[in-house]
């Protein structure tokens, strides 16, 4: 990343690479496009103007239910051990992804988080339902439909479960519900229960509602400041929200995307250098494809997380179908570190970096990763990151709401329907023979 005269820099931390990608100069024939989607954002009134919702969330949010929210949570950690999230898709998705990244995938202090509810297998029904069987649990069940199969499913095997153990009084005092404020079965249920309830906004779809209670109770009860979450979130939502492609990464990043589909590349490798980030991939999958690919159009969004995958992916990356390009999030400095300890005899020779970080090595790989797929004709657009805490967590992911909103509409798609969806369910529900299917 050396020549910085092509790199942009926000206020914040973020720093937009486009110098291993393309010459920004070609992206100034977007600059009026770009002046003008920006403004029918802001204004709401785009295409699917009744979803922007998430556009102004940071700002706008329900202040009295975020407070509820941090009440909640603390309850959860006085008196569970486990809290179960059921829900599917954008009712978790975001949720998962800040609570690994910035807490780690091995078990932490406080209270686990369990999500559940994202799959029919029966093998990973049986193992959650054995492994919370013994312990305190709470749950969250998250729908803003509240008939989505797998989440329904998973709830009420849990809710079953815990009503046996506790209950039904005390299992009432243990379920949350995050679905629409005044319609679906699951508001209906938690209203005649008494759940606590919390709303996902009707101009809010699943997978731009991180902001919302979706993201934010879970996030809560995993020890996590969501204010701190939303101020971040505010200042990308301030940062990013004038047409001005000059001065705006995160528009030059959408028209960048833009670039690379018209000119012969269709996949969008979203890449880091760190596990505990592969979620964040899972959730930009969901984003950008549920967004994009509609009317034969968009980008697949593929994810990797190196160099993991450089063992299993790198050779194709580097020299099969040049198909893609990356987008690597790259952070400067992990929340953790260790020293490469000296060995007296050095018999697996590895001596040469005793007393380095492992963040340097790591460090490393990246440096040569990107050098080896730029000059293998893999475009590398890179953001980077001085750390990742909560607040550039609320930075980065509002970056990316924005920056897909922008191509979509670059791309004259909605970026805020998901037709192609509800075929696989119509063919589901008929064969299982659910009534009107
Ligand atoms: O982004 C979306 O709209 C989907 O992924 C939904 O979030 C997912 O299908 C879950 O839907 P619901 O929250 O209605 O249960």
Request: aromatic share 12%; charged share 25%.
């Amino acid at each position: 990343m050396s020549n910085t005269k092509k790199t942009t820099t926000t206020k914040k931390g973020l720093t937009l690479h486009l110098e291993n990608a393309v010459d920004v100069k070609e992206l100034k024939e977007y600059s009026k496009r770009v002046k003008e989607i920006n403004e029918g954002i802001n204004n709401k009134t785009l295409r699917g103007n009744d979803f922007l919702g998430w556009s102004d969330y940071p700002k706008t949010y329900n202040k009295a239910e975020v407070e509820q929210i941090i009440q909640d949570a603390k309850y959860v950690r006085e008196n569970y051990d486990v809290l179960v999230v059921c829900g599917i898709g954008g009712s978790y998705l975001g949720a998962r992804a800040v609570i690994e990244a910035l807490t780690g995938i091995k078990k932490r202090d406080g209270v686990e988080i369990i999500f559940f509810g994202n799959t029919f297998s029966p093998n990973y029904a049986y193992q959650v339902l054995d492994y919370i069987k013994d312990k305190r649990f709470a749950i969250n069940v998250i729908s803003k439909s509240g008939t989505t199969t797998e989440t329904s499913v998973a709830f009420r095997l849990v809710k079953g479960m815990l009503e046996q153990q506790v209950g039904k009084k005390a299992a009432r005092k243990a379920i949350f519900a995050t679905t629409d404020k005044e319609k679906g079965a699951l508001k209906e249920e938690a209203t005649k229960e008494g759940y606590r309830t919390y709303v996902l906004p009707d101009d809010v779809g699943g997978r731009y509602s991180v902001f919302t209670a979706v993201g934010l109770f879970p996030m809560a009860v995993a020890g996590i400041n969501i204010k701190t979450f939303l101020t971040g979130a505010r200042k990308a939502m301030k940062d990013t929200n004038n047409g001005d492609l000059k001065t705006n990464p995160c528009y030059q990043y959408a028209c960048t995307r833009d670039y690379m589909l018209n000119h012969g590349k269709s996949v969008e490798m979203f890449v880091s250098y760190e596990l505990q980030y592969t979620q964040i991939a899972e959730w930009l999958k969901q984003l950008f494809g549920e967004s994009e690919g509609k009317e034969k159009k968009g980008l697949f969004p593929a994810s990797g997380t190196f160099s993991t995958d450089l063992h299993s992916l790198g050779q194709f990356i580097q020299e099969g179908t040049p198909l893609l390009f990356e987008t690597i999030i790259y952070v400067n400095k992990p929340k953790d570190d260790v020293i490469i300890p000296k060995e007296r005899h050095d018999l697996d020779g590895l001596n040469y970096l005793k007393g380095q970080r492992l963040s340097y090595v790591n460090r490393k790989a990246f440096e040569g990763t990107l050098e080896a797929h730029t000059s293998g004709g893999v475009p590398c657009v890179v953001i980077e990151l001085e750390k990742l805490d909560a607040y550039n967590m609320g930075y980065l992911l509002y970056f990316f709401m924005r920056a897909v909103a922008m191509s979509a509409y670059l791309l004259d798609v909605n970026p805020f329907d998901q037709p192609g969806v509800e075929i696989y369910k119509k063919n589901m529900f008929h064969l299982l023979g659910k009534k009107g299917y």
